[in-house]
């Protein structure tokens, strides 16, 4: 008797344990439930209709998009970049890509894996260099609203107001330009080109907390010695994505020490150095708009940082004030160019600058909501 109780108890237990598999089998929202939904696509193999390809136009001047004729086959990888991918539900509601597309980038393959009714459209430009691209904009070489002059120090400079240089903004986080209207970590905006095609750009927002030129006012500390040298090469120069981290060219920067306000040329009293990031000189705010003010495109009062104008550290430094503190250039609340109470070791703004390899080309229209994206000048 004791045996058969021992026996059922048993019965008992396994039935239990089977049970409970069972419900958490089957439960709703269970990860077996959702893997039974998922179905992955080949989307040529299947001739998928739920997806569309997109490439640029070929005009000179035109940069929209048409559909690509053949639906069989990816476009040209000798001649196309992938750009990005948007996708929507069938009420044409945006959806986030990753969650029902993988695209690989290496192989060309694409899959959709959801049951659910959805139309993605995936982009493929094909870049122009960038002097091409910017002269396509108005100009002799560039233009920011009609706006353009001749070189000045080897380098074409957009050059206006806010109101009139809208068309400089670039992307140089994912290739998607949709990210830069969520993270605008990744948005920059084009001080210049150089007559070798050179890309000068800037962070269109301050780089996290305010820094100190230089951790010490009482000695005279060239730019190559200073505390945000250091910063900007170090800690900057990490934090960039591995893929704009390979176009960032290291660039000759000139050194300047002015005690006049720093005008149409750089500077190289402090002689030269070699580095990857850098910041705007004085003279390029001073050539972004003449009129150096709170109206001057560079000034980033207004801009992707809010409202509130901060004061913000250039390159360019002066030396020592009447009080014997070292003090550098910077850009003022009220935008004009400072030196008398920027003493190297006050914190200030910080919007790193740096030199993109010519080994680029740009697609997009460089505005805020559609920024230049890269793609390789191989491609072009």
């Known amino acids: 008797m004791k045996k058969k109780k021992i026996l059922i108890s048993i019965i008992v237990i396994l039935l239990l344990v089977e049970a409970v598999s069972l419900y958490l089998l089957y439960k709703p929202n269970n990860k077996n439930k959702v893997l039974e939904d998922i179905k992955t696509i080949d989307v040529f193999k299947e001739k998928d209709k739920s997806l569309a390809i997109m490439v640029q136009n070929e005009g000179e001047n035109d940069f929209g998009w048409h559909e690509a004729e053949d639906r069989t086959k990816w476009p040209d990888k000798t001649k196309y970049t992938y750009v990005g991918t948007e996708c929507t539900d069938s009420e044409g509601v945006k959806i986030p890509t990753t969650s029902v597309l993988t695209f690989d980038e290496t192989t060309y393959t694409a899959h959709i894996k959801t049951k659910q009714t959805i139309y993605c459209t995936l982009y493929f430009a094909k870049g122009r260099p960038v002097l091409e691209v910017l002269k396509a904009k108005g100009g002799d070489y560039y233009a920011g609203g009609g706006q353009h002059t001749t070189a000045v120090d080897g380098l074409y400079r957009f050059k206006g107001t806010k109101a009139q240089i809208t068309n400089n903004y670039i992307c140089l986080g994912d290739e998607n330009p949709d990210v830069c209207k969520t993270n605008t970590d990744n948005m920059y905006r084009i001080i210049g080109v150089t007559t070798e095609g050179n890309l000068k750009v800037i962070k269109a927002k301050k780089y996290g ?132 109470s920027g003493r190297v070791d006050f914190t200030y703004a910080v919007r790193p600058v740096f030199y993109l390899t010519n080994e680029i080309g740009l697609v997009g229209e460089g505005t805020e909501t559609n920024p230049f994206i890269i793609t390789s000048k191989a491609n072009a």
């Open 209 to 340: 907390a305010n820094q100190k030129w230089h951790s010490s006012s009482s000695s005279d500390t060239r730019w190559n010695a200073s505390t945000l040298y250091t910063y900007l090469n170090g800690t900057f120069y990490n934090s960039v994505n591995a893929r704009i981290k390979g176009l960032i060219e290291k660039h000759t920067w000139n050194m300047e020490k002015r005690t006049s306000t720093p005008g149409a040329t750089t500077g190289k009293e402090d002689g030269t150095v070699s580095a990857n990031i850098g910041l705007m000189y004085g003279s390029d705010y001073v050539n972004a708009y003449q009129n150096s003010s709170t109206d001057n495109w560079l000034f980033i009062q207004n801009g992707l940082t809010g409202n509130t104008a901060e004061n913000e550290w250039t390159m360019s430094r002066y030396g020592a004030d009447t009080y014997g503190y070292y003090i550098a250039w910077y850009v003022t609340t009220s935008g004009s160019l400072g030196r008398f």
